[in-house]
């Protein structure tokens, strides 16, 4: 039973690893994911501080939600 309540936590982490494999192996895709941060970024500090506000209700209601549909009765 305890590894069952674990598996989630394993497919996170082997997600992770195989993220991670892929980023350091491509060089193309690397460069791709790094470009598209800069892009969110520099869209977030046109637009701030709204922006900055909207990312956190955002985050924040995103969190509400996954703790309370882990609190739901099944």
Request: net charge positive; aromatic share 10%.
């Given at each position: 039973?305890?590894?069952?309540?674990?598996?989630?936590?394993?497919?996170?982490?082997?997600?992770?690893?195989?993220?991670?494999?892929?980023?350091?192996?491509?060089?193309?895709?690397?460069?791709?994911?790094?470009?598209?941060?800069?892009?969110?970024?520099?869209?977030?500090?046109?637009y701030?501080?709204?922006?900055?506000?909207?990312?956190?209700?955002?985050?924040?209601?995103?969190?509400?939600?996954?703790?309370?549909?882990?609190?739901?009765?099944?």
């Amino acid at each position: 039973m305890e590894l069952r309540q674990s598996k989630p936590m394993i497919r996170a982490f082997s997600l992770l690893g195989m993220t991670s494999g892929f980023l350091i192996i491509s060089p193309y895709l690397r460069e791709s994911v790094l470009n598209g941060f800069a892009q969110v970024a520099a869209g977030l500090d046109k637009y701030s501080p709204y922006s900055y506000v909207g990312v956190a209700l955002a985050l924040l209601g995103g969190l509400v939600a996954a703790l309370y549909r882990a609190s739901a009765p099944r």
